[in-house]
């Protein structure tokens, strides 16, 4: 459990009542930034335009394939667009390596030297770049510190548990005070458990030094949990930008709302039926905001918004159960309705007390059904 440990936030500084607050200057640039590696066919990254704002944890999601880790590649410098530009602070960087560009990046791997004590791994960039031997101690102390790993700097990287490497890992990346840091994938070679707790560890690290977080991954519970925004990427295109609780609640495309969470989704219409907005999902009809475009289009309910009773939302209607998967914690009810199959989450001891064919009432809000262009 000592991998949980963090360390304590540094105190914000408050604003002054009534100051309106300003939006972050923007840190990194995508100005519609395409890749296309030799011998490809097709583009790993098409025309991808993004902010990321300084002080801020971004994260990039996407399945494998999806073009993230080229973007982090080229912000780090290993790659070149094909086309377009990326900006650091302002400035393109086309053709500048990434030994000059005030980025470091963290690996899955850690890429720590296994000849070197985690001390001297720390103190490595300082050396290369002839810091004074001072400044190189005081900070490398200070970066310590700052990951808990004071105790363990004359170890040597095979001593250490995955997730002090991976502290170690960070604490090299930190210690030249980069303007931004890129972090490939890093917690993926971690087991569940720890893989958990070095997500409130990294989040609280990010507030407590400030610097631009740009995380990669696949795994959408780490996006969720530690960003401030995030982009969700398929085939090279970026789906939709936002905050997790955007991203999650408001889904732009039928991708993002299969790829975030899990979500019953399906085609339908959105007509006006006596001078109301309507929604037709299959057999099932319910109300929707006055602004709701109208025509064919997609529906996106999450299963936890399904509810296997008659008096959790305004819309209730008699269906069939088709299947009960028990997921340990909870059981997913997958119920035939009017043409459309809902997925319920439920509790577990809900779901061992229901069999298929029996007859049941699914019910949810109309408001959480989000029409989805597409």
């Known amino acids: 459990m000592e991998e949980a440990s963090l360390s304590p936030s540094l105190p914000g500084t408050p604003g002054r009542e009534g100051d309106t607050p300003l939006e972050p ?3 990194v640039r995508f100005d519609d930034v395409s890749k296309v590696y030799n011998g490809a066919t097709t583009k790993a990254v098409d025309g991808v335009s993004l902010d990321i704002r300084a002080g801020e944890f971004f994260s990039i999601l996407g399945p494998s394939g999806s073009g993230k880790t080229s973007c982090l590649r080229m912000i780090a410098g290993f790659e070149q667009p094909s086309s377009g530009r990326i900006l650091l602070d302002g400035v393109d960087v086309q053709g500048i390596p990434p030994y000059r560009r005030d980025v470091n990046t963290v690996f899955q791997n850690y890429a720590l030297f296994p000849h070197m004590s985690i001390e001297a791994n720390v103190s490595y960039p300082l050396r290369m770049h002839r810091v004074a031997k001072h400044e190189i101690d005081e900070r490398v102390s200070e970066t310590l510190a700052l990951v808990e790993m004071e105790e363990l700097r004359k170890r040597f990287p095979h001593q250490l548990s995955g997730g002090q490497r991976q502290r170690a890992a960070l604490a090299r ?3 030249g005070r980069p303007k931004v840091l890129l972090l490939d994938e890093p917690l993926g070679a971690l087991d569940l458990q720890l893989r958990q707790q070095m997500q409130l560890a990294l989040k609280q690290l990010q507030r407590d030094v400030g610097i631009t977080f740009v995380y990669v991954t696949h795994d959408q519970g780490e996006a969720l949990s530690m960003s401030d925004r995030m982009a969700v990427m398929s085939t090279g295109h ?3 930008v936002g905050t997790p609780r955007e991203v999650y ?3 732009n495309t039928p991708f993002v709302a299969g790829f975030i969470g899990k979500a019953n989704l399906g085609r339908g219409t959105v007509v006006l039926e006596s001078g109301a907005t309507v929604g037709h999902w299959g057999g099932i009809s319910f109300p929707m905001a006055a602004d709701t475009p109208l025509g064919p289009c997609a529906f996106s309910l999450r299963h936890e918004s399904v509810s296997l009773s008659d008096g ?5 209607v008699r269906g069939t159960v088709e299947e009960v998967v028990f997921l340990g914690d909870s059981s997913e009810v997958m119920v035939a309705v009017d043409g459309v199959t809902l997925v319920a989450k439920a509790p577990a001891h ?5 069999s298929n064919g029996q007859a049941i009432t699914v019910s949810f809000k109309a408001s959480e059904v989000v029409r989805i262009d597409g």
Request: aromatic share 10%.
């Open 238 to 240: 970026i789906e939709q």
């Open 350 to 354: 809900i779901g061992f007390a229901l």
């Open 312 to 316: 959790a939302g305004d819309i209730a």
């Open 173 to 175: 990346a930190l210690v």
């Open 249 to 251: 609640f408001h889904p």
């Open 25 to 27: 200057p923007t840190v």
